[in-house]
């Protein structure tokens, strides 16, 4: 089985970093995907790690920690458009379908 | 390319009707997967296709049915409508081995099914 487990609800101020936790454990991994949901829309894809380490994208930023079972989205120079669900998805070993935690709604406040 | 498309976007069903969810994808995927997602609970993988012909159960299986005929076409049938069944179900579609940097799974806009 899996467990995975994001904070519900954070709120941050425009400008500001936050930075989104996500623990997992799972039979074997993969990999963990970082997906971004806006209400009422479909989830559109933000990273995919494999690797220890920092993945930089733009003003997103993914970590993985694998012996951990850790990692985290971080989110720079916050716009109000940022405001969503974020999903966090590990993909466990033999598969590489990902199975995602309950998400955590960023809320991004002037 | 119109990616994921999903059809019907709404529907309304009295308990014990039946109804197929269809999916369509463009873009060659091998795996495609149905997805339903309930307020606090995330998205839960319901069945998933490997290819052509080939399907399998998810987390949350009971009281849905799949095929997949044609490798662009993934449909997910109630046969017995129930209330628990309300929700927002998405489709998604990827290749099989995600890369470190491509946009691997793709979700289609969604169908929110309201059962009565």
């Known amino acids: 089985g899996q467990n995975i487990d994001q904070p519900t609800e954070m709120t941050a101020t425009e400008g500001a970093i936050v930075q989104i936790n996500c623990t997992y454990q799972?039979?074997?991994?993969?990999?963990l995907f970082w997906y971004q949901q806006h209400a009422g829309e479909a989830p559109t894809f933000l990273s995919y790690?494999?690797?220890?380490g920092l993945e930089e994208k733009g003003r997103f930023s993914s970590f993985l920690s694998r012996s951990k079972g850790y990692s985290y989205l971080l989110l720079k120079e916050l716009q109000m458009k940022d405001s969503a669900s974020y999903l966090c998805g590990p993909t466990p070993g033999g598969s590489y379908i990902p199975t995602f935690g309950r998400g955590t709604s960023l809320i991004v406040h002037p | 390319n119109a990616g994921v498309t999903q059809t019907p976007k709404f529907r309304v069903l009295k308990t014990g009707q039946s109804m197929t969810l269809l999916c369509a994808q463009d873009m060659n995927h091998e795996y495609m997967y149905w997805y339903r997602q309930d307020p606090g609970m995330g998205l839960r993988l319901i069945h998933y296709?490997?290819?052509?012909?080939?399907?399998a159960k998810g987390e949350v299986p009971d009281g849905y049915n799949v095929s997949r005929l044609k490798k662009q076409n993934f449909l997910l049938g109630l046969e017995s409508a129930a209330p628990s069944q309300t929700s927002v179900y998405f489709c998604a579609s990827s290749y099989p081995r995600p890369g470190t940097s491509t946009d691997t799974q793709y979700f289609g806009p969604g169908t929110r099914l309201t059962v009565l």
């Open positions: 296709s490997v290819g052509e012909g080939t399907t």
């Open positions: 790690n494999v690797l220890d």
């Open positions: 799972t039979s074997g991994f993969n990999g």
